[in-house]
């Protein structure tokens, strides 16, 4: 299809239809009186006279050409209505040291470790997952480990969802030269403070359907606000809360350093609050999903894609070529070539 975006530009043909009619008027208006004429040559004008009465109207030609690209004349690629299941949606991902833990790798028939994945690793495989089987939805990102930090607000730009994706990584222990840990405080877990600060993020969207998606593998151990407290802000806003526990109470292999600095997989104990997340989940209207492998996380994010779904109508942004630059080019070279070759063998513009 074919439009012009701003068809009231014509409006400027009205000044450049007086110039042309002003210009095409002009003539001769005196002369002598010379009885045989048949002296005369029958030729008398030259080819500077001609082009004197061509270049004008190159000028008038070139704004007429001016005027029609500002009329901005395009090709109408899309244009459709469609309905689309629209929700809000914050995803609270566990950044604490916990998520370090092997146990979500590949593992081989022989029990031993094929290709490694931390708990983290998997959890960002699954929510990029999540992310491209709803693409109209607002997603945003907030991480927390010691302490809440949003990474992304809710937004529609899912590929800078994707890099900022990548980017999130579990804070690494820093010793100071007694052997201390000086960031003890960001490898805990502050699920109550996580929470809350996804409940101010979506506080104030229009979105009618609203949720938090808390995936954790650990104990709430730190932070100001405390998880029930919380999950009921979570309520009264109706924002639902589904939480997704992360492995289980058991030792987990984790990649740690021995004695001599090198390397190696070692057991460590994790915990997980079971019932912490599940209140959550009760309180809010939500769900409850515990997972001990890759397959399950993807079974639960796939679960709650199915369950969250509001269907509203929705315009899909035009799809369209501007085609000005195809007049604006020629009016420009018309305009300096009738103006510029007219003021040079006439000495006038018009």
Not at 14 to 26: D, H, M, S
Not at 311 to 339: K, N, S
Request: charged share 25%; with cysteine; net charge positive.
């Amino acid at each position: 299809m074919f439009q012009f975006a701003s068809p009231y530009a014509f409006f400027l043909l009205i000044p450049v239809g007086i110039a042309a009619w002003f210009v095409c008027r002009r003539s001769i208006r005196s002369g002598i009186l010379f009885a045989p004429t048949a002296r005369l040559p029958t030729r008398t004008a030259t080819w500077r006279a001609r082009a004197a009465n061509i270049l004008p109207a190159l000028l008038i030609a070139g704004l007429a050409a001016a005027v029609v690209a500002l009329a901005r004349p395009q090709t109408v690629l899309s244009i459709i209505r469609r309905a689309v299941d629209v929700i809000a949606i914050e995803m609270v991902l566990d950044c604490s040291g916990s998520m370090e833990a092997l146990d979500l790798s590949q593992i081989g028939m022989d029990g031993s470790i094929v290709k490694e994945k931390t708990r983290l690793d998997a959890v960002k495989e699954s929510f990029a997952d999540f992310v491209r089987k709803r693409p109209d939805d607002l997603i945003g990102i907030i991480t927390f480990g010691g302490y809440a930090s949003t990474r992304a607000p809710l937004t529609l730009d899912h590929e800078a969802l994707f890099h900022i994706l990548k980017g999130i990584e579990i804070p690494k222990p820093n010793q100071s030269r007694d052997g201390q840990i000086v960031n003890q405080e960001e490898l805990l877990t502050a699920v109550g403070d996580a929470l809350a600060t996804a409940c101010a993020r979506m506080q104030k969207t229009e979105s009618k359907s609203k949720i938090v998606v808390l995936l954790s593998d650990g104990e709430s151990n730190t932070g100001i606000i405390k998880s029930a407290e919380a999950a009921q802000a979570a309520k009264k806003l109706g924002i639902k809360v589904y939480t997704i526990g992360i492995g289980s109470n058991r030792r987990a292999p984790v990649r740690m350093r021995d004695m001599f600095g090198r390397s190696v997989i070692g057991m460590a104990q994790v915990t997980l609050d079971e019932e912490l997340l599940l209140d959550i989940a009760k309180t809010t209207g939500g769900r409850y999903y515990n997972v001990l492998n890759p397959k399950g996380l993807e079974e639960a994010m796939d679960e709650i894609d199915r369950m969250e779904k509001t269907r509203i109508e929705r315009d899909v942004y035009r799809q369209h070529t501007e085609l000005f630059p195809w007049f604006l080019g020629p009016a420009l070279g018309l305009i300096a070539l009738g103006a510029g070759l007219n003021m040079l063998w006439t000495r006038r513009i018009v």
